[in-house]
T-cell receptor, first 113, second 114 residues
Framework: DAMVIQNPRYQVTQFGKPVTLSCSQTLNHNVMYWYQQKSSQAPKLLFHYYDKDFNNEADTPDNFQSRRPNTSFCFLDIRSPGLGDAAMYLC????????????FGQGTRLTVV | AQKVTQAQTEISVVEKEDVTLDCVYETRDTTYYLFWYKQPPSGELVFLIRRNSFDEQNEISGRYSWNFQKSTSSFNFTITASQVVDSAVYFCALSSQGAQKLVFGQGTRLTINP
Protein backbone atom coordinates (compact mmCIF):
# COMPACT_ATOMS: atom_id res chain seq x y z
CA ASP A 1 0.00 0.00 0.00
CA ALA A 2 1.25 3.45 -0.87
CA MET A 3 2.56 5.34 2.15
CA VAL A 4 3.01 8.75 0.53
CA ILE A 5 0.18 9.65 -1.78
CA GLN A 6 0.14 12.57 -4.14
CA ASN A 7 -2.91 13.88 -5.92
CA PRO A 8 -3.42 14.33 -8.71
CA ARG A 9 -0.80 12.40 -10.69
CA TYR A 10 -1.21 14.79 -13.60
CA GLN A 11 -2.36 18.38 -13.38
CA VAL A 12 -2.92 20.82 -16.21
CA THR A 13 -3.38 24.43 -15.26
CA GLN A 14 -3.65 27.69 -17.12
CA PHE A 15 -0.95 30.30 -17.06
CA GLY A 16 -1.55 32.49 -14.01
CA LYS A 17 -4.34 30.38 -12.53
CA PRO A 18 -3.67 29.26 -8.94
CA VAL A 19 -3.19 25.56 -8.46
CA THR A 20 -2.83 23.33 -5.41
CA LEU A 21 -1.07 19.99 -5.24
CA SER A 22 -1.69 17.68 -2.32
CA CYS A 23 0.29 15.09 -0.43
CA SER A 24 -0.75 12.75 2.34
CA GLN A 25 1.19 10.20 4.36
CA THR A 26 0.34 7.24 6.55
CA LEU A 27 3.79 7.01 8.16
CA ASN A 28 3.28 9.65 10.87
CA HIS A 29 6.63 11.17 9.95
CA ASN A 30 7.67 14.51 11.36
CA VAL A 31 9.23 15.87 8.20
CA MET A 32 7.52 16.53 4.89
CA TYR A 33 9.27 17.90 1.83
CA TRP A 34 8.31 19.39 -1.48
CA TYR A 35 10.75 19.00 -4.35
CA GLN A 36 10.55 20.34 -7.88
CA GLN A 37 12.11 18.22 -10.60
CA LYS A 38 12.48 19.42 -14.15
CA SER A 39 13.31 17.16 -17.03
CA SER A 40 16.71 15.45 -16.73
CA GLN A 41 17.54 17.32 -13.54
CA ALA A 42 17.96 16.42 -9.91
CA PRO A 43 15.10 17.11 -7.51
CA LYS A 44 15.33 20.63 -6.13
CA LEU A 45 14.12 21.25 -2.60
CA LEU A 46 11.51 23.99 -2.38
CA PHE A 47 10.70 23.80 1.34
CA HIS A 48 10.06 21.39 4.15
CA TYR A 49 8.20 21.12 7.42
CA TYR A 50 9.53 19.68 10.64
CA ASP A 51 6.25 19.17 12.43
CA LYS A 52 4.68 22.63 12.13
CA ASP A 53 7.96 24.46 11.61
CA PHE A 54 8.20 25.69 8.05
CA ASN A 55 11.61 25.92 6.37
CA ASN A 56 11.81 27.75 3.08
CA GLU A 57 14.80 27.43 0.77
CA ALA A 58 16.41 30.78 0.04
CA ASP A 59 15.94 30.47 -3.71
CA THR A 60 12.32 29.29 -3.67
CA PRO A 61 10.20 31.89 -5.47
CA ASP A 62 7.45 33.65 -3.51
CA ASN A 63 5.03 32.22 -6.03
CA PHE A 64 5.32 28.91 -4.17
CA GLN A 65 3.60 28.50 -0.83
CA SER A 66 2.88 25.53 1.40
CA ARG A 67 0.46 24.50 4.11
CA ARG A 68 0.55 21.65 6.57
CA PRO A 69 -2.74 21.56 8.45
CA ASN A 70 -1.87 18.34 10.30
CA THR A 71 0.77 15.61 10.40
CA SER A 72 -0.73 13.67 7.54
CA PHE A 73 -1.31 16.33 4.92
CA CYS A 74 0.80 18.88 3.13
CA PHE A 75 -0.16 21.16 0.24
CA LEU A 76 1.83 23.02 -2.37
CA ASP A 77 0.17 26.18 -3.66
CA ILE A 78 1.41 27.88 -6.78
CA ARG A 79 -0.21 31.29 -6.81
CA SER A 80 0.42 32.29 -10.41
CA PRO A 81 1.94 29.45 -12.40
CA GLY A 82 4.23 30.38 -15.23
CA LEU A 83 5.43 28.24 -18.10
CA GLY A 84 8.68 27.74 -16.22
CA ASP A 85 6.86 26.07 -13.35
CA ALA A 86 5.96 23.06 -15.47
CA ALA A 87 7.71 20.18 -13.75
CA MET A 88 7.29 17.06 -11.67
CA TYR A 89 6.55 17.92 -8.04
CA LEU A 90 7.63 15.32 -5.54
CA CYS A 91 6.47 15.05 -1.96
CA UNK A 92 8.54 13.10 0.54
CA UNK A 93 8.45 12.26 4.22
CA UNK A 94 11.10 11.39 6.72
CA UNK A 95 11.09 10.35 10.35
CA UNK A 96 13.33 13.27 11.12
CA UNK A 97 15.21 12.28 14.22
CA UNK A 98 17.49 9.51 13.09
CA UNK A 99 18.19 10.73 9.56
CA UNK A 100 16.55 7.70 8.05
CA UNK A 101 15.71 7.48 4.41
CA UNK A 102 13.04 9.65 2.85
CA UNK A 103 9.95 8.09 1.31
CA PHE A 104 8.68 9.65 -1.86
CA GLY A 105 5.27 9.81 -3.44
CA GLN A 106 4.71 9.11 -7.12
CA GLY A 107 4.80 12.79 -7.94
CA THR A 108 2.45 15.20 -9.67
CA ARG A 109 3.38 16.20 -13.18
CA LEU A 110 2.27 19.78 -13.69
CA THR A 111 1.67 21.20 -17.15
CA VAL A 112 1.06 24.92 -17.63
CA VAL A 113 -0.79 25.98 -20.76
CA ALA B 1 28.57 23.18 2.03
CA GLN B 2 27.44 19.77 0.95
CA LYS B 3 27.68 18.53 -2.59
CA VAL B 4 27.11 15.30 -4.47
CA THR B 5 28.63 14.70 -7.88
CA GLN B 6 27.57 12.00 -10.28
CA ALA B 7 29.89 12.53 -13.19
CA GLN B 8 28.24 9.98 -15.46
CA THR B 9 25.21 11.61 -17.06
CA GLU B 10 24.20 8.60 -19.10
CA ILE B 11 25.33 4.98 -19.30
CA SER B 12 24.17 2.43 -21.81
CA VAL B 13 25.09 -1.26 -21.61
CA VAL B 14 23.86 -4.53 -22.98
CA GLU B 15 21.84 -6.81 -20.77
CA LYS B 16 23.86 -9.09 -18.47
CA GLU B 17 26.81 -6.73 -18.35
CA ASP B 18 27.98 -5.38 -15.00
CA VAL B 19 27.76 -1.63 -14.55
CA THR B 20 29.06 0.75 -11.88
CA LEU B 21 27.54 4.12 -11.11
CA ASP B 22 29.89 6.60 -9.48
CA CYS B 23 29.11 9.00 -6.67
CA VAL B 24 31.50 11.45 -5.05
CA TYR B 25 30.44 13.65 -2.17
CA GLU B 26 31.68 16.64 -0.22
CA THR B 27 30.84 17.49 3.37
CA ARG B 28 32.58 18.98 6.39
CA ASP B 29 30.44 16.99 8.79
CA THR B 30 31.92 13.97 10.53
CA THR B 31 28.60 12.17 10.78
CA TYR B 32 26.53 11.92 7.66
CA TYR B 33 24.38 9.55 5.64
CA LEU B 34 24.54 8.51 2.02
CA PHE B 35 21.66 7.17 -0.06
CA TRP B 36 20.92 5.75 -3.45
CA TYR B 37 17.53 6.15 -5.07
CA LYS B 38 16.14 4.71 -8.31
CA GLN B 39 13.71 6.70 -10.42
CA PRO B 40 11.95 4.58 -13.06
CA PRO B 41 9.96 6.22 -15.87
CA SER B 42 6.88 6.31 -13.62
CA GLY B 43 8.59 9.06 -11.64
CA GLU B 44 8.60 7.81 -8.08
CA LEU B 45 11.93 7.86 -6.28
CA VAL B 46 12.53 4.40 -4.83
CA PHE B 47 14.89 4.06 -1.88
CA LEU B 48 17.67 1.50 -2.42
CA ILE B 49 20.18 1.88 0.39
CA ARG B 50 21.38 4.07 3.24
CA ARG B 51 24.93 4.07 4.56
CA ASN B 52 26.23 5.80 7.72
CA SER B 53 29.56 7.59 7.63
CA PHE B 54 30.94 5.49 10.46
CA ASP B 55 30.18 2.20 8.74
CA GLU B 56 32.43 1.54 5.78
CA GLN B 57 31.33 -2.03 5.29
CA ASN B 58 30.38 -2.72 1.73
CA GLU B 59 26.95 -4.16 1.16
CA ILE B 60 25.50 -6.62 -1.28
CA SER B 61 21.82 -7.13 -1.94
CA GLY B 62 21.14 -9.60 -4.69
CA ARG B 63 22.56 -8.14 -7.90
CA TYR B 64 23.22 -4.79 -6.24
CA SER B 65 26.36 -3.89 -4.32
CA TRP B 66 27.71 -0.69 -2.85
CA ASN B 67 31.31 0.34 -2.23
CA PHE B 68 31.74 3.10 0.37
CA GLN B 69 35.23 4.60 0.71
CA LYS B 70 35.66 7.55 3.02
CA SER B 71 39.26 8.05 1.92
CA THR B 72 38.08 9.03 -1.55
CA SER B 73 34.63 10.34 -0.50
CA SER B 74 32.96 7.92 -2.83
CA PHE B 75 29.88 5.73 -2.61
CA ASN B 76 29.69 3.72 -5.82
CA PHE B 77 26.87 1.42 -6.87
CA THR B 78 27.35 -1.71 -8.96
CA ILE B 79 24.68 -3.73 -10.70
CA THR B 80 25.80 -7.22 -11.61
CA ALA B 81 24.27 -9.06 -14.55
CA SER B 82 22.13 -6.08 -15.49
CA GLN B 83 18.56 -6.51 -16.68
CA VAL B 84 16.29 -4.35 -18.81
CA VAL B 85 14.19 -3.58 -15.71
CA ASP B 86 17.21 -1.86 -14.19
CA SER B 87 16.82 0.94 -16.72
CA ALA B 88 16.12 4.11 -14.75
CA VAL B 89 17.71 7.27 -13.45
CA TYR B 90 19.76 6.65 -10.31
CA PHE B 91 20.39 9.37 -7.76
CA CYS B 92 22.98 9.48 -5.03
CA ALA B 93 22.11 11.71 -2.04
CA LEU B 94 23.73 13.00 1.14
CA SER B 95 22.39 14.16 4.49
CA SER B 96 24.13 15.23 7.68
CA GLN B 97 23.11 13.91 11.06
CA GLY B 98 20.33 16.04 12.43
CA ALA B 99 19.94 17.90 9.16
CA GLN B 100 16.59 17.76 7.48
CA LYS B 101 17.85 18.22 3.94
CA LEU B 102 18.72 15.60 1.39
CA VAL B 103 21.21 16.86 -1.17
CA PHE B 104 20.96 15.03 -4.48
CA GLY B 105 23.47 14.47 -7.22
CA GLN B 106 22.49 15.19 -10.81
CA GLY B 107 21.59 11.59 -11.49
CA THR B 108 22.81 8.96 -13.93
CA ARG B 109 20.45 7.71 -16.61
CA LEU B 110 21.08 3.99 -17.03
CA THR B 111 19.81 2.21 -20.11
CA ILE B 112 20.03 -1.56 -20.33
CA ASN B 113 19.60 -2.77 -23.89
CA PRO B 114 18.31 -6.27 -24.63
Amino acid sequence: DAMVIQNPRYQVTQFGKPVTLSCSQTLNHNVMYWYQQKSSQAPKLLFHYYDKDFNNEADTPDNFQSRRPNTSFCFLDIRSPGLGDAAMYLCATREGIRSTEAFFGQGTRLTVV
Amino acid sequence: AQKVTQAQTEISVVEKEDVTLDCVYETRDTTYYLFWYKQPPSGELVFLIRRNSFDEQNEISGRYSWNFQKSTSSFNFTITASQVVDSAVYFCALSSQGAQKLVFGQGTRLTINP
